[in-house]
């Protein structure tokens, strides 16, 4: 008896100061969890922002073959055929750089100014609003683009949302698409995961809380089995010692 009240006591006693300490972690845990949920991903991705449609490849527009390529950039590597807004181009990687070519003539496209970043991200954007600004990047990205992406260019529209479209100043292609929702969502992760400057859910805060959290579960459900079961078994006990004084008195 003496120890189920010692074990009692100090269930009830980590229990409390542990949920002090780490009990509004749980409610953000919760709360940004919640919106996580909820919110559709594919929203949240930005998938419904920009044209997926595969470009064709029109054979008869190749008039630079890439043997040529080859002959005249023997550097080149991972080469790719694809489009550029209304041009077939080339797309390789020669050295440090990322290099645009057109596949009719052969020239090398230089890196997209403004006006042809713009004109990009108005292809790729399939919303209805204008250019709100644009900007380019080229050492430090946002918060919201993968560095590896620069340089690159931010067209911002004015629909709802602040929908953006990240463009590569050097290749043309699509490197990224984002609104509200998803800058919003990637800061409830960012608070999920413990980790507020890259998100990243391998680190000892969240490993400490989580084990806190462990243990004053464990101390819950003590308390729990004292509260509900050992209760249970109490009321289930016949009062015995009523039913002797009962008797005594009618002898």
Do not use: C
């Amino acid at each position: 008896m003496r120890d189920s009240m010692s074990l009692l006591k100090t269930s009830r006693k980590y229990h409390k100061w542990l949920m002090a300490f780490i009990g509004m972690q749980f409610v953000i845990w919760s709360f940004t969890g919640a919106y996580m949920v909820f919110i559709n991903i594919d929203y949240i991705h930005g998938d419904t922002l920009v044209n997926n449609a595969q470009d064709k490849i029109d054979p008869q527009e190749i008039k630079y073959p890439l043997q040529t390529l080859l002959q005249q950039h023997p550097g080149a590597a991972d080469i790719k055929l694809g489009r550029y807004l209304d041009k077939h181009v080339y797309r390789f990687k020669l050295t440090d750089k990322k290099v645009l070519i057109d596949a009719s003539n052969g020239q090398i496209i230089p890196s997209l100014s403004r006006e042809q970043a713009e004109h990009a991200a108005q292809y790729y954007y399939t919303g209805t609003g204008d250019i709100d600004s644009s900007e380019l990047f080229s050492e430090h990205a946002p918060f919201d683009l993968n560095p590896a992406a620069l340089p690159a260019w931010q067209v911002n529209f004015t629909d709802f949302g602040s929908p953006t479209i990240y463009v590569s100043a050097e290749t043309g292609l699509l490197m990224g698409k984002r609104h509200d929702f998803w800058r919003l969502f990637d800061w409830m992760f960012r608070f999920h995961v413990m980790d507020y400057d890259k998100g990243e859910i391998d680190n000892s805060l969240l490993f400490w809380f989580t084990l806190l959290g462990i243990l004053s579960s464990i101390f819950g459900l003590v308390l729990v089995y004292f509260r509900v079961f050992r209760k249970e078994a109490a009321d289930l006990t016949p009062p015995t010692a009523n039913k002797n004084n009962n008797l005594e008195g009618a002898a």
